[in-house]
């Protein structure tokens, strides 16, 4: 059985709460948070890959098809992509698609 458009929202919202935290603590080395963010931007590729269009098209403001696209570059060519721009797009954009996924989340029931 393939997962609802709610779990797979659900899981947007664990990985991007997961990052907040790991760009929020001192106390984790930069190689650390690089790399978990790395993962769990993946992840979250993964889920949005799974969503319906009809759900994506309730957040218009997202570019669902570059954040679709992020497993593809972050897995065929992790090292093109320094840790400053995965620690600024974890700073910056991972809070607005979870914002976004809250409230694609309280729409599905």
Same mark, same amino acid.
């Given at each position: 059985?393939?997962? @609802? %458009?709610?779990?797979?929202l659900?899981?947007?919202?664990?990985? $991007?709460?997961?990052?907040?935290?790991? &760009?929020?603590?001192?106390?984790?080395?930069?190689? *650390? *948070?690089?790399?978990? &963010?790395?993962?769990?931007? !993946?992840?979250?590729?993964?889920? *949005?890959?799974?969503?319906?269009?009809? &759900?994506?098209?309730?957040? +218009?403001? !997202? %570019?669902?098809?570059? &954040?679709?696209?992020?497993?593809?570059?972050? @897995?065929r060519? +992790? $090292?093109? @992509?320094?840790?400053?721009?995965l620690?600024?797009?974890?700073? @910056?954009? *991972? +809070?607005v698609?979870?914002?976004?996924?809250l409230?694609m989340?309280a729409?599905?029931?």
């Amino acid at each position: 059985m393939s997962p @609802t %458009p709610q779990e797979r929202l659900d899981d947007v919202l664990l990985a $991007c709460r997961r990052i907040q935290e790991y &760009v929020a603590d001192p106390t984790l080395p930069e190689t *650390v *948070v690089h790399d978990a &963010v790395r993962m769990r931007l !993946i992840d979250i590729a993964s889920s *949005v890959r799974s969503l319906p269009p009809a &759900v994506t098209a309730r957040e +218009p403001a !997202i %570019p669902w098809a570059q &954040v679709s696209a992020l497993a593809e570059r972050l @897995t065929r060519r +992790p $090292c093109d @992509t320094p840790a400053s721009v995965l620690l600024s797009t974890a700073r @910056t954009d *991972v +809070p607005v698609l979870c914002e976004a996924a809250l409230r694609m989340r309280a729409r599905c029931g």
